[in-house]
């Protein structure tokens, strides 16, 4: 049966991933301001701490940067460079110090060729594409009747859901370095370290939305695919 696009009943698929999306940006945005007023104890800012670690790693060679934007902070593989937002690179909070250990954690992913950091990377360029040809193809072939260009874009979008997908162990890996290393190093005492983990947690939260939304978006796909050829 064929619904109107106006009346897409498909639609009540997303809003549990779509709740969840809201929740998990307001998350980490109340997260991360709450941690970024408590300065940690040791005084060191986010850059220090980054620079320390990757010393530490062997990784003399990543240099630490400063970049515009809020939130912006992460590690480039290709150029093989860190990058923090002035929120991170300058502040001595609790919070900078978690995220900044978290990016120096994909520094060390990379540099120890951890498997699914690799397949992200690699999966990349076909998820670049994904995300922005499935949904006009897929509907191209909805409205021309083609069962074949529905197929493609179905495709390209499986290909950036599982690019989602491996995503969340590549994050989920790198928060554990980090909180393991700013432990370890005593960058945080043992109340501040918790308080690390609430901020990757929240910040982790919002790759875990970002999954359901892909996978509830395919499995809408599907359904208007299935529709279509009643």
Request: no cysteine.
């Amino acid at each position: 049966m064929f619904f109107p696009f106006y009346f897409d009943p498909t639609y009540v698929l997303l809003i549990p991933a779509l709740l969840l999306a809201i929740y998990a940006q307001g998350k980490v945005q109340t997260t991360f301001r709450r941690y970024m007023h408590e300065r940690s104890q040791a005084g060191m800012t986010g850059a220090q701490v980054a620079r320390e670690l990757l010393d530490a790693n062997g990784l003399y060679d990543v240099p630490v940067e400063l970049i515009a934007g809020t939130l912006s902070d992460h590690y480039d593989p290709r150029s093989k460079r860190m990058r923090l937002s002035p929120q991170v690179y300058q502040s001595t909070s609790v919070a900078a110090l978690g995220v900044a250990a978290h990016e120096t954690g994909h520094a060390v992913q990379h540099a120890e060729a951890y498997i699914p950091l690799g397949i992200r990377n690699n999966l990349y360029p076909v998820a670049s594409i994904g995300s922005q040809m499935a949904f006009p193809l897929f509907f191209i072939g909805f409205i021309t009747w083609s069962q074949t260009i529905m197929n493609v874009g179905i495709w390209l979008f499986i290909g950036a859901l599982v690019f989602q997908l491996v995503t969340l162990p590549v994050e989920f890996n790198a928060s554990r370095r980090a909180l393991t290393m700013l432990e370890g190093g005593r960058y945080l005492t043992r109340t501040e370290v918790p308080k690390a983990k609430q901020v990757l947690k929240a910040a982790a939260l919002t790759y875990v939305a970002a999954a359901a939304m892909a996978a509830s978006q395919l499995v809408r796909l599907l359904l208007l695919r299935g529709a279509r050829d009643d």
